[in-house]
């Protein structure tokens, strides 16, 4: 990450896809990660390496990521993610053009096993394994705690829980951590509480958080962390897609057309390359025929204002 501003991680092919009952051919998930990248996007969470039993949605991987390349337009700056849940997705990973893995730690037993089969004393285990098999492969490595802001079966989660689990993770020597509202519950004051766990520092990893909007409270968490004066990674999603299939009432992500017309108007910067804004409300209308799903994002239906978001005149 730079060294000021706001990063967004578009994670649209990857979460954006994975609760949609329609599970798209590999074709049109190449074609929609072709569209993102040629328009702006240059960090993308784009496969996930978990088994298809599970998650269908996110079943051909490393042909996703084979299809991507023969397209051209991956360049040298843009960074493919891919999500694992263990030590064997990270060596799949590692064995495809991804140049950085996302190991997922829920921070309560409960949505632990249930979501990957194991305690989350298991989960940190399999953490520490794919982030030495990263490291081997010249890979970077970021953990997403999961539930962190709640959990639809151990309910409210303490910051104590939180720290106990990110002291762990700490000590893998991760890249950047993120701090994931899996459900939606989440609020300003414990985006403030989670950043202040993570001192800034030369050797401090990056700080990234992961919202949903179920409950209207996504975009007030993005501003709260994206003000908060320090460099930050916020996951979105083109179109407001998304939800975990292990978290009943999970709705989508923030979107990233939305959050990028929040950030504009409120002249926050944006590190990299800023997105063409009516290139991912056409991505999105894209996306919706093709799952048959309708757009969360509102930027699409309301046009945008002051310059941002608009036609050129």
Known sequence: ?????VEIVEVGPRDGLQNEDRTLPVATRVKMLRRLVV???????????VHPDRVPQMAGAEEVLD??????????DVRLIGLVLNDRGAQRAAATSCREINVVVPV???????????????MLE???AATQTAR???MGVSV??????GCPFSGTVGVDRVAEVLDRVLAMGVDEVAFADTIGVGVPSQVTSYAALLPTGASTPGLRYHFHNTRNTGYANAWTAATLGRPVALDSSVGGFGGCPFAPAATGNIATEDLLYLLTRGEVPVTGPVQDLLGLTDVSAWLSKELDSSVDALLGRAGGFGGVGEEPS
């Open 1 to 5: 990450m730079s060294e000021s501003g």
């Open 39 to 49: 328009g702006g996007t240059r960090r993308v969470e784009a496969v996930s390496f």
């Open 67 to 76: 299809g991507l390349a023969a397209t051209g337009v991956v360049a040298e």
């Open 108 to 122: 309560t037993d409960e949505f632990c096993r249930r979501n990957q089969g194991r305690s989350v004393e298991g």
């Open 126 to 128: 399999q953490a520490a």
């Open 136 to 138: 081997a492969a010249e």
């Open 144 to 149: 997403t705690l999961a539930v962190a802001f």
